[in-house]
């Protein structure tokens, strides 16, 4: 995709939804840590209903970590991969209170040591709570930049580097969302929805023509 097309593209975007928001639902850092912990395989609306009865009872680590494995368990288990995700959770909890006075770090060096947390998650915290202009690539994201000819890449990590080399300092910030939101109800893997689709006028991919019938 050239300069001028990404630019039009992200405009577009921005126009349509100026302030695009998370699905998930949290009202701390910490919840929202918790909650992106909780999403990897896992889809938001999934991971909302399981934290609105989780956060009210614990919405912080201190009170996370008194639950202990069987009722953490128990709030989650609808979620996939939840024994894990409890483990990963409750050590994260342990490790905010002794190391980080119960605060969530700022930095993706000290977020990438809590365990379940890696690339993605940081940089979901980052930008999300912190304002940070980060590119966290999902599935969505990779499908989407693959497709588009935004920024093609074999890894998340190759994608997220193209994405931080071309996207407008102007749309930085927002950029990750609207890409999300866009893969996940227009962009769609086996159905892509290019008739409805606003930025197809500057969208690479082979297939649309077709999709457009």
């Not at 893997?189 to 649309?208: D, E, F, I, N």
């Amino acid at each position: 995709m050239k300069p001028h097309d990404i630019e039009t593209f992200f405009a577009t975007l921005a126009q349509a939804n100026a302030q695009p928001q998370t699905e998930l639902a949290f009202s701390s850092v910490f919840e929202l840590l918790v909650a992106v912990l909780l999403s990897a395989q896992a889809t938001d609306v999934s991971v909302n209903k399981a934290t609105r009865t989780l956060f009210a009872r614990a919405p912080t680590p201190a009170r996370m970590l008194a639950l202990g494995q069987t009722a953490l368990e128990q709030h989650i288990k609808t979620i996939g991969l939840f024994r894990s995700k409890t483990r990963h959770v409750l050590q994260t909890c342990a490790i905010l209170l002794h190391e980080h006075g119960g605060q969530v770090p700022r930095t993706r060096e000290a977020l990438e040591t809590l365990p379940g947390v890696g690339r993605k998650t940081a940089n979901v915290v980052l930008n999300v709570a912190f304002g940070e202009p980060t590119m966290p690539v999902d599935t969505h994201v990779l499908r989407l930049c693959n497709r588009t000819g935004l920024a093609p890449g074999k890894t998340p990590l190759e994608v997220e580097r193209k994405l931080l080399a071309v996207v407008p300092s102007a749309y930085a910030v927002h950029a990750h969302h609207w890409l999300i939101l866009h893969g996940r109800y227009i962009c769609k893997a086996r159905t892509p929805q290019c008739a409805k689709c606003a930025v197809s006028g500057v969208c690479g991919y082979k297939l649309k023509a077709q999709a457009l019938r």
